[in-house]
């Protein structure tokens, strides 16, 4: 669509390090900010916050759980804008397991949403990406290899593994946290670090097909926040929100031709 603007979406973005992102973005992104929430009265008033700041973000409903959320999201970014230009997947569930929640729920839950819907939204929005866009994915360090059996490091860091395959390892997890069995199986207990790693090693993937096709120029990493005082990250953390979103948007804001499909913290690239 000619001489549309440009368009920046932050995924689970009415609270912590998703708002302080949208916040920062609204003052350094040539273009419109879209904040994204599950509950839309939490989104709106978090939007009318950073009005009151003399920041105008847009609004958009979004449950990257929902298949049909996510295509309303589609339908109306290709009808408004024609393209993206960059997309932040920050929304997360988070790795405590809530009271009166089961086991099974909680596996299920974390790996659906932090790896399982993420690529569903992600996917979802690649054909729309316009040249040079950028798409960060908000992981962190519990997810690095070295929380795997090497076995299973090996497999997650196999610069010949396809999106199939990370999906059937992903599953497999699954699989074996509900039978108890997946610790001895060479996982890790977490099933938010588990969650972690295939985003990690997702956006490996998604780098090298990315840079296979006719979006060469299109430019995706993963990085860890750090240890950030939200709901998530409890009190005692080291980095406020702020803080927390200076890589991501150092992410969604790097030149042309610059690395992708790598982990970054602290603004460096760091070993997945």
């Not at 973000?57 to 295509?71: G, K, M, N, V």
């Not at 200076?246 to 603004?267: H, I, Q």
Request: one cysteine or more.
């Amino acid at each position: 669509m000619a001489g549309s603007p440009k368009v920046a979406i932050v995924t689970g973005s009415n609270k912590g390090i998703g708002l302080a992102i949208v916040r920062r973005m609204c003052k350094e992104f040539s273009g419109d900010v879209i904040l994204t929430a599950r509950d839309e009265s939490r989104g709106r008033t978090a939007v009318t916050l950073l009005e009151g700041e003399g920041l105008q973000p847009e609004f958009h409903q979004l449950d990257i759980d929902s298949r049909d959320s996510i295509a309303t999201l589609k339908e109306c970014i290709e009808k408004s804008y024609g393209g993206v230009d960059v997309l932040v997947n920050n929304a997360a569930i988070g790795y405590q397991q809530p009271a009166g929640v089961s086991w099974c729920d909680h596996v299920t839950s974390t790996i659906n949403t932090n790896f399982t819907s993420t690529l569903n939204l992600t996917r979802a929005l690649l054909p729309l990406m316009r040249p040079h866009g950028r798409i960060v994915m908000v992981s962190s360090m519990d997810g690095t290899l070295d929380i795997l059996h090497n076995d299973l490091q090996n497999k997650f860091s196999s610069d010949s593994l396809t999106e199939t395959q990370l999906v059937a390892m992903m599953n497999e997890f699954i699989i074996d946290a509900i039978a108890g069995n997946h610790v001895s199986k060479g996982w890790s207990y977490s099933p938010y670090a588990v969650s972690k790693v295939g985003l990690n090693a997702l956006t490996r993937v998604l780098a090298r097909d990315i840079s296979s096709s006719n979006q060469s120029n299109v430019i995706i990493n993963t990085c860890c926040p750090g240890w950030v005082r939200t709901d998530m990250g409890g009190p005692m953390a080291p980095l406020d929100v702020k803080q927390g979103a200076e890589t991501p948007v150092y992410l969604a804001m790097l030149p042309p031709g610059s690395p992708s499909g790598f982990f970054w913290e602290r603004k460096r690239k760091v070993q997945f």
